[in-house]
Nanobody, 124 residues
Framework: QVQLVESGGGLVQAGGSLRLSCAAS????????MGWFRQAPGKEREFVAA????????YQSDSVKDRFTISRDNAKNTVYLQMNSLKPEDTAVYHC?????????????????WGQGTQVTVSS
């Protein structure tokens, strides 16, 4: 059974930083593309970042480019999202997701496995 468990969310002031982690189990982690998505209240889920099997290439949405960095540690079965220069509009529940498809897809429908999410709240 695949499990993805996010951690690291919380309340932070605008301009601050957080690092999210997602620990995976029940799958051969090094063979899965990992992604981060977020969903704000009343809004659709949106793509944030993704990373392919071996750590590259990576992809970020335009809204977080140059502020957020995705990385992975295959030895620890963990993917990270380093978030810097946070803005109030980054407030959302952040979910990690896993896909066996290699590539550049930003579609949530290409990621069959999902974590429960961790709340990130950025105050102004």
């Amino acid at each position: 059974q695949v499990q993805l468990v996010e951690s690291g969310g919380g309340l932070v002031q605008a301009g601050g930083s957080l690092r999210l982690s997602c620990a995976a189990s029940g799958l051969r982690f090094s063979g899965y593309r990992m992604g981060w998505f977020r969903q704000a209240p009343g809004k659709e889920r949106e793509f944030v970042a993704a990373i392919n099997w071996s750590g590259g290439p990576t992809y970020q949405s335009d809204s977080v480019k140059d502020r957020f960095t995705i990385s992975r540690d295959n030895a620890k079965n963990t993917v990270y999202l380093q978030m810097n220069s946070l803005k109030p509009e980054d407030t959302a529940v952040y979910h990690c997701a896993a896909s066996s498809l290699y590539g550049s897809s930003r579609s949530e429908y290409d990621f069959p496995y999902w974590g429960q999410g961790t709340q990130v709240t950025v105050s102004s």
